[in-house]
T-cell receptor, first 111, second 116 residues
Framework: LAKTTQPISMDSYEGQEVNITCSHN???????ITWYQQFPSQGPRFIIQGYKTKVTNEVASLFIPADRKSSTLSLPRVSLSDTAVYYCLVGIQGRDDKIIFGKGTRLHILP | GAVVSQHPSRVICKSGTSVKIECRSL??????MFWYRQFPKQSLMLMAT?????????EQGVEKDKFLINHASLTLSTLTVTSAHPEDSSFYICSAVRRDSSYEQYFGPGTRLTVT
């Protein structure tokens, strides 16, 4: 399982775009990159998943460079409700493989 | 989307007693369920992998005799914390793997266990 490194915490303001970068230098060929969001006292919630280039859904975008050794989660126009912990995970999501969580990034949105 | 429930959502018990936590996949069958534990301000720590009809696989350092896992059906896994102690107080989260082509994982809402 590839190890991931993320910033421990980030602060931003309402209405701004927030980018959280994750490093995964030993990502394997078959690995996907998945981001989860977790609010206090709740289970993690799936945000987005990608393999290469760019993926966009209704809540976020995921940018993955050609070497796939890092990825960036982009949250457009954040609000106070986006304050949460964001986890970057690398692995063969899409099989019944266990997920190992890293430390995550604690995002704090300020008014 | 797929729904995973946990019961109870919150439980307080006395030291030395046992507590059972249920994890159910409500609208899909789950070949595999995972159990995590999360302490305040920390990340989720995988405790064990639960496969329907077979023994659970525990992560290193997790006592299998203390944390009993039963996966009796494709929609239900249970975690029993036996002889609970205050240090077992934590947030317990399960996830379920959908038994179809997607194999996506869905997380439950968590159970807050407090041992007094």
């Amino acid at each position: 399982l590839a190890k991931t490194t993320q910033p421990i915490s980030m602060d931003s303001y309402e209405g701004q775009e927030v980018n959280i970068t994750c490093s995964h230098n030993n990502i394997a060929t078959n690995d996907y990159i998945t981001w989860y969001q977790q609010f206090p006292s709740q289970g993690p919630r799936f945000i987005i998943q990608g393999y290469k280039t760019k993926v966009t859904n209704e809540v976020a975008s995921l940018f993955i460079p050609a070497d796939r050794k890092s990825s960036t989660l982009s949250l457009p126009r954040v609000s106070l409700s986006d304050t949460a912990v964001y986890y970057c995970l690398v692995g063969i999501q899409g099989r019944d493989d266990k997920i190992i969580f890293g430390k995550g990034t604690r995002l704090h949105i300020l008014p | 989307g797929a729904v995973v429930s946990q019961h109870p959502s919150r439980v307080i018990c006395k030291s030395g007693t046992s507590v059972k936590i249920e994890c159910r996949s409500l609208d899909f069958q789950a070949t595999t369920m995972f159990w995590y534990r999360q302490f305040p301000k920390q990340s989720l720590m995988l405790m064990a992998t639960s496969n329907e009809g077979s023994k659970a696989t525990y992560e290193q350092g997790v006592e299998k005799d203390k944390f009993l896992i039963n996966h009796a059906s494709l929609t239900l896994s249970t975690l029993t914390v036996t002889s609970a102690h205050p240090e077992d107080s934590s947030f317990y989260i399960c996830s379920a793997v959908r038994r179809d082509s997607s194999y996506e994982q869905y997380f439950g809402p968590g159970t807050r266990l407090t041992v007094t």
